[in-house]
């Protein structure tokens, strides 16, 4: 009896390399190399130096940059394009100013061609799941920085993609926010289990929500250099995990390969 074959990944880069042409003339390679494959309904988060193009991979993943090199698979079939199946949730807030909470979180389900009734009761359901029910009806500059994002996750999420690409989206917010919006992400994920690629500065962040930890080296000609697994139990409290013991443990151990990048980064600013 033959065995059973295992799913496609929900994101599998191939020998990306990513390359730009330059005004004066000239070829700059962003990324080169690049592997990364990530299963359905798996958490990984992405880290390096400023610049080395974890945002560029992403733009790859989200069918918004084409590789000139290597290929891109979502779910096993090759990517042509945009990514249908993705959520992309930006560093920058992507909610229209003139309108309220509910019509921003409401407005990619009625362009889809939901009649407007049930968009918005699907748009106040998901308003309630990020805890902004009695918030609504107030427009985008009525909200705090953490209200916004909860705004933009639940526009994304109101879509039910498969797939999560995040750029950085709790980089603007204070330390203490950004660990409450680490812990609604890990509530909304553990119920949907979608797959997520999140690019992140941080490597305490990036720890504390992720499966695996991948670690790009400085660029230019980036690529992927280090995963690790991360061996903390499910559920977490990013609140209480930072306390636990292989945490800190992981943590030095990844730091020591991504300091030497981010030393690398400096020295050729």
């Known amino acids: 009896?033959?065995?059973?074959?295992?799913p496609p990944a929900a994101v599998d880069l191939k020998d990306v390399e990513v390359a730009f042409q330059l005004a004066a003339g000239g070829r700059y390679t962003a990324v080169e190399r690049a592997r990364l494959t990530v299963a359905a309904g798996e958490f990984v988060a992405v880290v390096g130096p400023t610049g080395c193009g974890k945002s560029t991979l992403l733009n790859v993943a989200a069918g918004l940059l084409r590789p000139a090199a290597g290929s891109v698979e979502?779910?096993?079939?090759?990517?042509?394009?945009?990514n249908r199946q993705a959520g992309y949730l930006f560093q920058a807030d992507a909610l229209f100013p003139w309108k309220t909470a509910l019509e921003n979180v409401a407005l990619g389900r009625e362009i889809a061609g939901m009649p407007k009734r049930m968009a918005r009761e699907r748009a106040q359901d998901w308003l309630g799941r990020v805890g902004?029910?009695?918030?609504?009806?107030?427009?985008?500059?009525?909200?705090?920085?953490?209200?916004?994002?909860?705004?933009?996750?639940?526009?994304?999420?109101i879509?039910?993609?498969?797939?999560?690409l995040m750029d950085e989206p709790f980089g603007p917010l204070d330390a203490q926010t950004r660990q409450i919006m680490g812990n609604l992400?890990?509530?909304?994920?553990?119920?949907?289990?979608?797959a997520v690629v999140f690019v992140t500065h941080d490597l305490e962040e990036a720890i504390a929500l992720a499966d695996r930890v991948v670690i790009m080296s400085a660029g230019p000609s980036s690529r992927i250099i280090g995963d690790w697994r991360v061996p903390?139990?499910?559920?977490?409290?990013?609140?209480?995990?930072?306390l636990d013991g292989a945490f800190h443990d992981l943590h030095r151990e990844i730091w020591?390969?991504?300091?030497?990048e981010v030393v690398k980064s400096y020295a050729a600013a």
């Open 256 to 260: 020591q390969v991504l300091k030497a």
């Open 132 to 157: 902004l029910a009695a918030f609504a009806q107030r427009y985008p500059h009525m909200l705090s920085g953490g209200q916004r994002k909860r705004v933009g996750l639940a526009q994304v999420l």
């Open 74 to 82: 979502i779910f096993g079939a090759p990517l042509a394009g945009l």
């Open 232 to 242: 903390l139990a499910r559920p977490r409290d990013i609140f209480e995990i930072r």
């Open 185 to 194: 992400l890990l509530e909304l994920w553990s119920a949907a289990r979608k």
């Open 1 to 6: 009896m033959q065995g059973l074959s295992s």
């Open 159 to 164: 879509r039910d993609p498969a797939i999560l």
